[in-house]
């Protein structure tokens, strides 16, 4: 039973392109996030959704745009992908009000040729 | 804003052995939360242990425990009889107690990890 799933976990596209990641929770959870992982494996914090509301969006290019369908889903959309954005991105969930641990997904590992 | 800093790039500990892996952290906040997560080689990110500020008590989960100390901000965690699976890239994070929704979306700050390397 997968927990936090992502698609694809490998993702490999030429600059300029627009690309989407997928993300579902199958654990209840209230709220969502965007992590993305640098080359030097320093994460950051993108985005955070609580109930399909976002909630936190820290300073990234409006070319990433996060779409929650449901409570369960948060989808990354990227539009004219540029070289700087090859990282892994993960997706995480976490029970909401006071119960902080976040449960992550197994990432996606972005490539911009 | 917050930050966490993991002043060890890499280190190294024979198997068998302990390990101490060392994290401060800078907040002019009074409740927050603390983690040690652990990403292995399959990039997945597992969490470790969890402390709430407001706990005096040290959080221990089996072989791992932490050393947190309030005043000085500091949060280390202790590995006990190293063992190969130990393997991995150690990041300490923090959580504001709930800037946001009350409470609830609140992302990690974390550190630039510790590369634990366990020598057969």
Redo the contacts between chains.
Sequence with gaps: DTAVSQTPKYLVTQMGNDKSIKCEQNLGH??M?W?KQDS??????MF???NK?L??N?TVPNRFSPKSPDKAHLNLHINSLELGDSA?Y?C?S?P???R?????G??T?LTVL | AQTVTQSQPEMSVQEAETVTLSCTYDTSESDYYLFWYKQPPSRQMILVIRQEAYKQQNATENRFSVNFQKAAKSFSLKISDSQLGDAAMYFCAYRSWGLYSGGGADGLTFGKGTHLIIQP
């Design positions: 209230d709220t996030y992590y030097k494996k320093f994460l950051k914090i955070s959704y609580n509301e909630i936190i820290e892994v993960f995480a976490s909401g009000l006071r902080p641990t976040q449960y992550f197994p990432g590992r």
